[in-house]
């Protein structure tokens, strides 16, 4: 959610983010938008796909990760941002809750 270093302002925002549910919503838009696809995508792929901000899923991937619902793929080139860049799919857990 932060990390230790972060300033006492981002562990607020996180605490209040966490709170009011916007979280989980947030970790629910980026679960569907990767069930809708049999290719995986890049956190930027996600973002354009959900018309949200840059690194709107970009916060949510790590988490997601340890919680078991996505997981990491091979690393291709974003056609949005022609960088190298992890793609993400949905675990195998989460196609089997569908």
């Known amino acids: 959610m932060f990390r ?3 300033p006492a302002t ?5 605490a209040i983010l966490f709170q009011s549910k916007t979280h989980s919503k947030q970790q629910h ?4 938008a ?7 995508l890049t956190a930027r792929q996600i973002d354009r796909a959900l018309k949200q ?3 709107f899923s970009s916060k949510r991937m ?5 919680l078991g619902v996505v997981e990491r793929d ?3 080139t974003c056609p949005i941002s022609n960088r190298l ?12 809750e569908r």
Do not use: C, G
Request: proline share 7%.
């Open 62 to 66: 790590p988490e997601m990760e340890r």
């Open 85 to 96: 860049a992890h793609t993400w799919r949905a675990s195998k857990t989460s196609l089997h």
């Open 34 to 40: 990767l069930l809708r696809t049999d290719t995986p």
């Open 74 to 76: 091979n690393p291709v």
């Open 29 to 32: 838009m980026i679960l569907e």
């Open 53 to 55: 901000e840059r690194y």
């Open 4 to 6: 230790k270093k972060d």
């Open 10 to 14: 981002s562990k607020l925002a996180a």
